[in-house]
Nanobody
């Protein structure tokens, strides 16, 4: 059974950090372009970051540039999102998503991804 499983979310104070993980089961993640999305209550889903199969290309939403870092460990079949300098407006459910194949310019369009995890909650509050 193909699954993407996110973990690493939690409650953190403003300025804090977390490392989110997206582990893949039933598929070889190294063949997939992977992205992180987030959705806050009452808001539309937002693309946060994405990474190509070889990790040679990454992309970030303007709202997280300089604070979030995406990476992948294909040997562990896992993609990570290091989230630093967290702000209350980063509070959301964070989802990872995957799309088969290499993209030289991966996108943050949710319609480009067909495999999704169930999400992990990140809450930034003092």
């Amino acid at each position: 059974q193909v699954q993407l499983v996110e973990s690493g979310g939690g409650l953190v104070q403003p300025g804090g950090s977390l490392r989110l993980s997206c582990a893949a089961f039933g598929l070889r993640l190294n063949y997939y372009t992977v992205a992180w999305f987030r959705q806050a209550p009452g808001k539309e889903r937002e693309g946060v970051s994405c990474i190509s199969t070889t990790a040679g290309s990454t992309r970030y939403a303007d709202s997280v540039k300089g604070r979030f870092t995406i990476s992948r460990d294909n040997a562990k079949n896992t993609v990570y999102l290091q989230v630093d300098s967290l702000k209350p407006e980063d509070t959301a459910v964070y989802y990872c998503a995957a799309s088969l194949g290499y993209r030289s310019h991966p996108t943050l369009r949710s319609s480009d991804y067909d495999k999704w995890g169930q999400g992990t909650q990140v809450t930034v509050s003092s």
